[in-house]
């Protein structure tokens, strides 16, 4: 009914993006949010993007999302297809399994960006949190 002021609900520090949330809602009202991060880059660092995937929780009501869990990475984005920019794919996101949340996602499957692996460079996951 009500919408409060926007809230980062990421770890990530302030100089490294946070990109594609998706969320979900337990029937506890706990709600979850999925997301890739860049926390992992280094200063100074252009030949590979380390990508991570979060999942991150609050109690009913989503005003405190203080718990992360590493759900997968790092993995290299650049080894990514592209469709306008590196492409994982449009509907990762998290699902609910009873009173665990369930993050759907894709991620590279190459060390490195590479003719090898230009045919198939991504794979779809899923685990239980």
Not at 4 to 9: G, L
Not at 11 to 37: E, L
Not at 105 to 127: I, L, R
């Amino acid at each position: 009914m009500t919408w409060s002021q926007p809230v980062k609900i990421s770890k990530t520090p302030t100089d490294r993006p946070a990109f594609t949330p998706s969320i979900a809602v337990r029937s506890d009202g706990t709600v979850g949010v999925t997301y890739y991060d860049l926390r992992n880059l280094a200063k100074g660092v252009t030949n590979v993007l380390p990508t991570d995937v979060w999942l991150t929780t609050s109690p009913a009501g989503g005003g405190n999302f203080g718990s992360e869990t590493h759900v997968a990475g790092s993995f290299d984005m650049f080894a990514a297809p592209t469709a306008g920019g590196f492409f994982v794919g449009d509907y990762e996101g998290p699902a609910v399994n009873g009173a665990s949340f369930l993050p759907f996602f894709v991620q590279t499957n190459c060390a490195q960006a590479s003719k090898a692996c230009s045919k198939n460079p991504t794979d779809v996951y899923a685990g239980t949190f």
